[in-house]
């Protein structure tokens, strides 16, 4: 069993920021990526950020200068620091892991979703 937990998410006012933190857990071997995805209303699903596990990092061109995201190899866990945070921001954040179980499976795992609502 792997899951992946996220915290931090909630309400935030516009300018402000906001840290989302996603811990894999359970049947783990090794994680090749870990990453964030968001779905705001009426809208496609989209990568938001993502880092491997040799550090390289994408985002998405709405959050860059913006947006950070961080891993913890040893730990697991990947965080999304968001700063200056624009209602357009709002949606559901998922995390995301591409890993390797200890099946020695490679698997894609998604967590149920963080809310953030930007709004004054």
């Known amino acids: 069993q792997v899951q992946l937990v996220e915290s931090g998410g909630g309400l935030v006012q516009p300018g402000g920021s906001l840290r989302l933190s996603c811990a894999a857990s359970g049947s783990i071997f090794s994680i090749n990526a870990m990453g964030w995805y968001r779905q705001a209303p009426g809208k496609q699903r989209e990568l938001v950020a993502a880092v491997t596990n040799s550090g390289s990092t994408k985002y998405a061109d709405s959050v860059k200068g913006r947006f950070t995201i961080s891993r913890d190899n040893a730990k697991n866990t990947v965080d999304l620091q968001m700063n200056s945070l624009k209602p357009e921001d709002t949606a559901v954040y998922y995390c995301?892991?591409?890993?390797?179980?200890?099946?020695?499976?490679?698997?894609?795992?998604w967590g149920k979703g963080s809310l953030v609502t930007v709004s004054s």
């Open positions: 995301n892991a591409d890993l390797l179980n200890r099946r020695f499976e490679r698997m894609d795992y």
